[in-house]
């Protein structure tokens, strides 16, 4: 982990005005003044903005300089900093491209109206070296009719990301939703940057069709779990879909089952158990998913000893491992793994949040009714992952009774959950 800023949490509006505008040479650290661009997100005041435009007027060419640039333009996107729009817009004619995809952002997320400002961000999809998904997504959000031939060009084109939101967002703006089962077959590509970034497109584009492909993709619950909810959360207020359609594939995403998921790698030959264990460390977590299912299907007597030993020596601190290691010491109902579940249930580090929940489903797969204290403590919990795993785990050590204290809950799922 980076720790160079870690100092600078506390620096005040002034200190971090300060240190923008003190000359490259005379800060101790040059990246100092990058840090301060970041951290005024937290002062989103005239001065602070101020700041930040002036930043953005500097055009030293000095590469920590640019870095703070790029910086300032984000963090004013951040603060939907209107009065800072002109000087953004400018920004879209830099020579920098990653200053211009943030200054593409931050209008995405300041808003506008101005045509003229949304025909330059048009025009970038011409210039090369420009991230094309972004300003696709951008002319999306203002629904930018006068863009659609050129982004018509895109629907074809060999980034599966870029293809993905191109189909949606012509989907969109056409009202004709005829072609998006394409973005739906995304979700099986071979690319996990694919499977992931189409779900922010069916998204964008409410299309509740694709929740039930959503929940079979063999990427993290935490993308699956995002794109259902959301759509849900549109959908029900509108009477587009009910709680009742989509229920069945919130409690499949987070039982978050291999079997339950339409896996896109296979294996030519039958795998070792070491080779197993060493893809649950897989950044991909189709490959992390598939070995999950040879484990159980394989080596349902082997495995237990060796996940216990892999989590001694590294998955403790891979929280990719960790979740999937978890999870399976519940399937495989290995009684002496209890104290593992239990520490990851008990682990609150942020990166750590989702082997909460697959600790809470684990305690169940265990039968630990010892539990259900500890269950009925989580559901009060503010992250949704953790407080319906709870909900399953409950119901399923014959704890269900528990859920009537959730009936006010503020989560429209959870509501919905508990009052079926």
């Known amino acids: 982990m980076d720790n160079r800023f870690t100092n600078m949490f506390g620096l005040t509006e002034d200190q971090a005005i300060a240190m923008l505008k003190k000359p490259l040479a005379e800060l101790e650290d040059k990246s100092e003044r990058y840090a301060a661009a970041s951290h005024l997100v937290g002062f989103p005041t005239p001065r602070g903005i101020q700041a930040l435009i002036e930043t953005i007027e500097d055009h030293n060419s000095d590469m920590y300089h640019r870095i703070a640039r790029r910086k300032a333009v984000e963090s004013l996107g951040k603060m939907k900093a209107k009065q800072a729009l002109p000087t953004i817009t400018s920004c879209l004619d830099d020579s920098d491209s990653y200053t211009v995809e943030n200054a593409v952002w931050s209008i995405g997320e300041i808003g506008t109206d101005n045509q003229d400002i949304l025909e330059a961000i048009a025009d970038l999809l011409e210039r090369d070296g420009a991230s094309k998904r972004l300003i696709i997504q951008t002319l ?44 739906v077959d995304f979700l099986q590509h071979s690319s996990v940057n694919a499977r992931r970034l189409c779900i922010q497109d069916l998204i964008d584009t409410k299309y ?40 069945p594939y919130i409690d499949r995403v987070i039982c978050d089952r291999p079997y339950d998921l339409e896996m896109v790698h296979e294996y030519d030959d039958k795998p070792s158990l070491e080779f197993l264990i060493r893809e649950l460390y897989q950044t991909d977590f189709g490959r992390c998913y598939l070995a999950s299912q040879t484990l159980l299907e394989l080596y349902p007597d082997e495995a237990p000893q060796a996940l216990i030993q892999t989590y001694q020596t590294e998955a403790r601190s891979d929280y990719g491992a960790h979740y999937h290691v978890v999870k399976l010491l519940g399937w495989l109902k290995y009684q002496p793994g209890k104290p593992i579940i239990l520490e990851a249930f008990h682990n609150t580090q942020p990166q750590f949040r989702k082997s909460r929940g697959a600790a809470a489903i684990a305690l169940a797969n265990l039968g630990a009714t010892d539990g259900i204290p500890l269950l009925q403590e989580s559901i009060k919990s503010p992250i949704f992952d953790l407080k319906y795993a709870s909900l399953l785990a409950l119901e399923q050590l014959g704890a269900k009774d528990s859920w009537s204290m959730l009936k006010d809950d503020p989560d429209l799922i959870i509501r919905e959950k508990v009052s079926g």
């Open 208 to 247: 509740y069709d694709a929740i039930p492909h959503i929940s079979k993709s063999p990427i993290s619950l935490v993308f699956r779990l995002r794109g259902i909810k959301l759509l849900a959360e549109a959908g029900i207020p509108e009477e587009k879909i009910t709680f009742a359609e989509v229920e």
């Open 140 to 183: 999306a959000k203002f629904n930018y009719k006068p863009a659609l031939d050129r982004i018509k060009l895109f629907i074809d084109s060999e980034d599966e990301t870029i293809a993905s939101t191109a189909i949606a967002t012509v989907a969109s703006l056409t009202e004709d939703y005829s072609e998006m089962s394409k973005v």
